[in-house]
Antibody
């Protein structure tokens, strides 16, 4: 059974870079059928897609975040990563990683999520 | 704004049927993109309950059903149970935004 687990700092200072990793277990990240994605949810609010990456490193991003986001994949460690720079309090959210299934149509499964707070 | 809209809340007694609407636009649902539905129990990650407009993943009870017509989609829960109390989000793709879009979310309360 495929499982995903987010990891990274829970507190980031304003203007700095948020960095998270999603470790995949129970399956290989190198299967060419899938993309791997990041989604976030500010406290008490809805879901927002951040970006996605393929096993070969192809990426695409939410246009509203594109200038600040980089996603990457490390097949040797079976994980993929998110970097969001120049963060502000508005980036405070629970960050989820997920697999994009159905030839890139839906997100399943999801990691449990990790809360990242932007504060000095 | 092309983000699909959902009613903030719906409620029903145990055993009843509730429906959640997801109203999109010609650049997402109306453009033919599939609609998915996710259930988010309090304090947990979203879970896929409907994909490809009307398909249930393995393990999801057949009390959950989805449909799509024009620029809108719906999720129906029949035989409502206490464990169904959660937030529900629709999701599609938007060609004008070049973005995966999630609906505004609906809180289902079991009375």
């Amino acid at each position: 059974q495929l499982q995903l687990q987010e990891s990274g700092p829970g507190l980031v200072k304003p203007s700095e870079t948020l960095s998270l990793t999603c470790t995949v277990s129970g399956g290989s990240i190198s299967r060419s059928t899938y993309y791997w994605g990041w989604i976030r949810q500010p406290p008490g609010k809805g879901l927002e897609w951040i970006g996605s990456v393929s096993y070969s490193g192809s990426t695409y991003y939410n246009p509203s975040l594109k200038s600040r986001v980089i996603t990457s994949v490390d097949t040797s460690k079976n994980h993929f990563s998110l970097r969001l720079n120049s963060v502000t309090a508005a980036d405070t959210a629970v960050y989820y990683c997920a697999r994009l299934d159905g030839l890139g149509k839906w997100f399943d499964p999801w990691g449990q999520g990790t809360l990242v707070t932007v504060s000095s | 704004q092309s983000v699909p809209t959902q009613p903030p809340s719906v409620s029903g007694a145990p055993g009843q049927r509730v429906t959640i609407s997801c109203t999109g636009s010609s650049s997402n649902i109306g453009a033919g993109y599939d609609v998915q539905w996710y259930q988010q129990l309090p304090g947990t990650a979203p879970k896929l309950v409907i994909y490809g407009n009307s398909n249930r993943p393995s393990g999801v009870p057949d009390r959950f059903s989805g449909s799509k017509s024009g620029t809108s989609a719906s999720l129906a829960i029949t035989g409502l149970q206490a464990e169904d109390e959660a937030d529900y989000y629709c999701q599609s793709y938007d060609s004008s935004l070049s973005d995966y879009v999630f609906g505004t979310g609906t809180k289902v309360t079991v009375l």
